[in-house]
């Protein structure tokens, strides 16, 4: 009888695959949906919006999960996570949401990228521990490769330019909010951490961003613009990291992070497909240099020469 069912490691392992490659594309969709409604409302309308879904997303994960019993978190940590929500929503959000309205949605894939290799910087100078000679070259090359995929923008000073170099400010600061979140995520786990932080953020964000919010005729927006913000911030954004972290807990980070390097490919075939994003080969050779680039800096170092606790393996846990 067992010959005819494989075993459930197998299943399960099938099971996490293809929840990662759609996971993957419902992502890489994610940047030209986003981007279709950035040009109809702006990017402080759609942050506005954002923190009117995401929090009661979360509000509605921490009912589910605990009732309403949540989990008691000393002062130490509400400071801690005041810390995350100013510096993962606050900022990160913010500026992330003007770079992509700037910028394109391969753009905006390929900066976010980037940020394994700058999350791996970060805690090499944290824990003041070498690179190898392939994280040296790998480093070199992302950011040559970066270079030549902006050289036509800043060369002919483009608005896009603008846009891809507050991407790049973006996925750095995300970066250091992944570093700051390892300690609490490893107390308090995901779920808490992302809701707790997510639920700080919600007043200061609606503050800075009502003044644009205001100005969008919101009855008069046809029903598809309401329907891509709930499934871009409820759907790809909060339940996709969710479900992110699933992938992470049953396959491994070493096993699931490589797939994030699907991302902009995909990113730029759908925006190809569906806005009529076009690359050049100056484009196209600069992304797969910095695909390279970022691959050999996260992956060149001797295993125990990363520290146990670090977020430099990949693991992420907030959305775009």
């Known amino acids: 009888m067992n010959r005819n069912f494989p075993p459930p490691s197998t299943v399960h392992t099938r099971l996490a695959i293809t929840v990662a490659l759609l996971l993957m594309l419902l992502w890489g969709s994610n940047y030209s949906l986003l981007k279709a409604v950035l040009t109809q409302i702006g990017p402080g309308a759609l942050v506005f919006m954002r923190y009117l879904i995401t929090p009661a997303c979360a509000v509605a994960l921490l009912?589910?999960?605990?009732?309403?019993?949540?989990?008691?978190?000393?002062?130490?940590?509400?400071?801690?996570?005041?810390?995350?929500?100013?510096?993962?929503?606050?900022?990160?959000?913010?500026?992330?949401?003007?770079?992509?309205?700037?910028?394109?949605?391969?753009?905006?894939?390929?900066?976010?990228?980037?940020?394994?290799?700058?999350?791996?910087?970060?805690?090499?100078?944290?824990?003041?521990?070498?690179?190898?000679?392939?994280?040296?070259?790998?480093?070199?090359?992302?950011?040559?490769?970066?270079?030549?995929?902006?050289?036509?923008?800043?060369?002919?000073?483009?608005?896009?330019?603008?846009?891809?170099?507050?991407?790049?400010?973006?996925?750095?600061?995300?970066s250091a909010h992944t570093v700051a979140a390892t300690r609490l995520l490893s107390r308090h786990g995901v779920t808490v951490v992302m809701a707790y932080s997510t639920l700080l953020a919600m007043v200061p964000m609606l503050v800075i961003n009502a003044p644009q919010a205001m100005l969008i005729p919101w009855g008069s927006l046809p029903a598809v613009i309401w329907w891509a913000l709930l499934w871009s911030l409820a759907v790809a954004s909060f339940a996709g990291w969710l479900a992110w972290g699933w992938l992470n807990d049953h396959i491994g980070v070493p096993r699931s992070a490589p797939l994030l390097y699907l991302l902009p490919p995909v990113a730029g075939l759908i925006s190809w497909m569906t806005l009529g994003e076009a690359f050049s080969s100056l484009k196209i050779v600069g992304a797969v240099m910095a695909g390279i680039g970022v691959a050999a800096t996260q992956y060149g170092a001797v295993p125990s020469s990363v520290p146990s606790d670090s977020p430099a393996d990949g693991r992420r846990h907030r959305s775009r």
Do not use: C
């Open 63 to 174: 009912l589910w999960r605990y009732g309403l019993h949540w989990p008691r978190v000393e002062r130490r940590d509400w400071i801690g996570l005041a810390g995350l929500a100013a510096l993962g929503h606050v900022a990160h959000v913010n500026v992330m949401m003007q770079a992509m309205h700037l910028s394109t949605p391969f753009s905006s894939a390929l900066m976010s990228a980037l940020g394994p290799m700058f999350t791996l910087l970060l805690v090499r100078l944290l824990h003041s521990q070498h690179f190898s000679r392939t994280q040296v070259v790998g480093v070199a090359l992302a950011l040559a490769g970066v270079l030549v995929f902006l050289a036509d923008k800043l060369a002919l000073m483009r608005i896009q330019g603008l846009g891809d170099l507050l991407l790049l400010l973006a996925t750095l600061l995300f």
